[in-house]
């Protein structure tokens, strides 16, 4: 059983809000013991994969900013330490920089 640890969850909460009422308690119910602890196993094993991609997301957030940041910046700034995006953005800048007339 593959997902996101929402559609996990989601599963977990319908199967044990469609369990059977135990006899003679509305406040417990019977479930499948195995199926259930699968599934916080499967929880379990997807939640630092999402962490992770979570985590990925901010830092090219927080790239694509200092990017936009350095780019409205004067050309004689150095480009901020790092590469990947922040790289590209400034190689970017300076060639659309250069290519632009002056006056207007």
Same mark, same amino acid.
């Given at each position: 059983? %593959?997902?996101?640890?929402?559609? *996990? *969850?989601? =599963?977990?909460?319908?199967?044990?809000?469609? %369990? +059977?009422?135990?006899? *003679?308690?509305?406040? &417990?119910?019977?479930?499948? /013991?195995? &199926?259930? =602890?699968?599934?916080?196993?499967?929880?379990?094993?997807? *939640?630092?994969?999402?962490? +992770? /991609?979570? +985590?990925?997301?901010?830092?090219? /957030?927080?790239?694509?900013?200092?990017?936009? %940041?350095?780019?409205? &910046?004067?050309?004689? !700034?150095?480009?901020? %330490?790092?590469?990947? =995006?922040? !790289?590209?953005?400034?190689?970017?800048?300076?060639?659309?920089?250069?290519?632009?007339?002056?006056?207007?």
């Amino acid at each position: 059983m %593959a997902g996101s640890v929402e559609e *996990l *969850l989601d =599963l977990l909460y319908t199967e044990i809000e469609e %369990a +059977k009422n135990a006899p *003679l308690n509305n406040d &417990r119910c019977v479930i499948e /013991r195995d &199926r259930v =602890l699968d599934m916080i196993d499967d929880v379990k094993a997807e *939640l630092p994969v999402e962490i +992770k /991609r979570a +985590k990925d997301l901010v830092a090219n /957030r927080n790239d694509y900013i200092a990017s936009a %940041a350095w780019l409205g &910046r004067d050309d004689e !700034q150095p480009a901020p %330490a790092g590469g990947g =995006l922040r !790289q590209a953005a400034g190689e970017r800048g300076r060639h659309c920089a250069g290519g632009r007339e002056e006056g207007g």
